[in-house]
């Protein structure tokens, strides 16, 4: 029986966990965002993933652990994600949508596990 295939991919290794959000610039990126920055476990980065085509006017950020990147435009979800995740400094990649929010210890238990 052969043994299943397991990706790997070399960082430059900071460490710590950085947090990808694909986003088309929903009213609802704040929250994620929020919830992202609020973890009980330290998270490295929030990189925010925006199609070009739908980037808000007057967005911004004002945690110094919010990267925003511009992809597309007509990227889709998964074009900025895998930017984002491309871009990532941290060890630990975990992914959020725009319009979901975590619980406050959500990547500590994950951690645990």
Not at 23 to 48: C, F, I, K, N, P
């Amino acid at each position: 029986m052969t043994e299943p295939a397991v990706m790997t991919h070399e960082r430059p290794g900071v460490g710590g966990v950085s947090v990808v959000i694909p986003t088309t610039g929903r009213d609802t990126l704040a929250a994620a965002v929020d919830s992202a920055l609020s973890q009980t476990h330290e998270v490295l980065e929030v990189l925010v993933c925006f199609d070009l085509a739908a980037v808000p006017d007057g967005v911004t950020f004002t945690d110094r652990r919010v990267r925003s990147l511009c992809v597309g435009p007509g990227a889709g979800g998964n074009g900025a994600r895998m930017a984002g995740i491309e871009a990532a400094r941290g060890e630990i990649i975990a992914l959020l949508d725009d319009d979901d929010v975590w619980e406050l210890e959500k990547l500590e238990l994950q951690m645990q596990a």
